[in-house]
Nanobody, 126 residues
């Protein structure tokens, strides 16, 4: 079984920064891509960013491009999401996930991610 545990969420004022972490543990995994998604109350789950595990390849939602940065530490089985210039509309529960199917064109599709963490709350006040 694979476990993903997120941390780093919290309450921050608009314009502030947070750094989320996601640690993967359990049986040996060699993920293809890992991603961050978010879901605000009453809204559908939304792709935020993804990173390839073996090569330097990242992708971002247009809404966070230039403000958020995804990175990874393979030795620690950890993916990070550095969030700068936060806006109230970034408020959501942020979850990390491991992509287990599909191809590289589907990195923004939550349906191809088979393992999910419980999420961490990010609240941005105006």
């Amino acid at each position: 079984q694979v476990q993903l545990v997120e941390s780093g969420g919290g309450l921050v004022q608009a314009g502030g920064s947070l750094r989320l972490s996601c640690v993967a543990s359990g049986r040996t995994i060699r993920p293809n891509d890992m991603g961050w998604f978010r879901q605000a109350p009453g809204k559908e789950r939304e792709f935020v960013a993804a990173i390839r595990w073996t090569v330097v390849s990242t992708s971002y939602a247009d809404s966070v491009k230039g403000r958020f940065t995804i990175s990874r530490d393979n030795a620690k089985n950890t993916v990070y999401l550095q969030m700068n210039s936060l806006k109230p509309e970034d408020t959501a529960v942020y979850c990390c996930a491991i992509k287990t199917s599909g191809d590289s064109t589907q990195r923004n599709d939550p349906k191809v991610y088979g393992y999910w963490g419980q999420g961490t709350q990010v609240t941005v006040s105006s």
